[in-house]
């Protein structure tokens, strides 16, 4: 009802089910074609030790932040209106709440349009292997990816988009279906333009796509199927090769925000969906960025909203 999503609980989960089998798959082949042999959890292992420095960390998500602009721009995947995004080290006081990495949007009633996007480099006060530790989880293959779902064509693009219609509702009113869902199909609509590089990005891009789609299967699990914490956590260690600590903190944040895991992976699906959809009622004259555009132009509003205004009720 949140989402104003009509899929029911055992469909979800079946999605989720199968979603995570079609990425296991890709995710072998990839891993045979960069590093024949290597099974392919070994190969993130083997590749996350490609990382910046702490100092240079910032300045590299910016690099990649402005390629991911560029690229929109030149191949007119959307409108960019203008609103900069500022890539900043975390201040002081927020470094507890952001250990990693965070996007903050403009409000959508600011006069000023900048969105921030806040890294957190580890300290001098870490020990190395501390450093090494945190270092690792920003990986030089997965910038790019990462870039392009928090700054363009992902959240800032989306919430610019938001905050300049003239409807108080499509300013406001959100669902991580349609904003999560937004960021995560933007990851996959760029590697089908050719926005990746080197084959290792398009890697951790499909890696990433695997996650969401754990997420849906322990989503539903845990709150409509009986599933235990403990069987959650084993089951992220198993599919995804995660720490246990990383696995307890994310299936912690799935006991405490019911149906939001699940938003990215289906929210994905859902545009997917619309845009074959668009493009069938549109023929020869469809345009990826006239259907972006479109999207964009409703905000955060559930998926099936959308299809309502566009007249593509299912």
């Known amino acids: 009802h949140e989402h104003a999503l009509q899929a029911t609980a055992p469909e979800l989960w079946r999605y989720g089910q199968h979603l995570a089998g079609e990425v296991t ?51 007119g995947l959307a409108t960019v209106p203008a609103g900069p995004l500022d890539v900043i080290e975390t201040p002081p006081f927020l470094k507890p709440l ?37 270092l690792r989880d920003h ?8 870039a392009l779902h928090e700054g363009y064509p992902g959240h800032h693009l989306q919430f610019l988009h938001a905050q300049a219609q003239p409807r108080t509702v499509r300013r406001l009113i959100g669902t991580p279906l349609t904003i999560e869902g937004w960021a995560l199909y933007c990851e996959e609509m760029m590697g089908e333009e050719g926005f990746y590089q080197r084959p290792e990005e398009a ?14 299967v322990l989503d539903v699990r845990l709150h409509t199927a009986g599933m235990s914490v403990e069987e959650a956590v084993q089951f992220m ?29 289906v929210g994905r699906r859902e545009l997917i969906r619309l845009r074959e959809d668009w493009r069938q009622r549109a023929g020869p004259g469809f345009a990826l960025r006239k259907f972006h555009d479109d ?10 909203l959308m ?5 593509l009720r299912e």
Do not use: K
Request: proline residues 8%.
């Open 25 to 75: 798959a890709e995710l072998e082949a990839v891993a045979h074609a960069i590093a024949p042999g290597v099974a392919w959890p070994d190969l993130v292992d083997r590749l996350r030790g490609t990382h910046p420095t702490s100092e240079e960390l910032v300045g590299a998500y910016a690099r990649e932040m402005e390629r991911a602009r560029r690229f929109v721009e030149e191949r």
């Open 98 to 134: 952001i250990p990693y990495a965070a996007y903050q949007p403009p409000g959508p009633f600011a006069d000023d349009r900048t969105g921030w996007f806040y890294v957190t480099p580890p300290g001098p006060q870490e020990d190395p292997g501390t450093r090494e530790r945190i």
């Open 139 to 146: 990986c030089v293959h997965e910038l790019a990816s990462t």
């Open 203 to 216: 890697f951790f891009q499909r890696l990433h796509l695997l996650w969401r789609a754990v997420r849906v």
């Open 237 to 265: 260690m198993d599919r995804l090769d995660l720490a246990r600590d990383s696995a307890e903190a994310e299936v912690r944040r799935y006991c405490c925000e019911p149906a939001n895991a699940l938003c990215y992976a």
């Open 295 to 304: 999207v964009l132009s409703y905000g955060g509003l559930p998926v099936s």
């Open 307 to 311: 299809r309502w205004g566009m007249g």
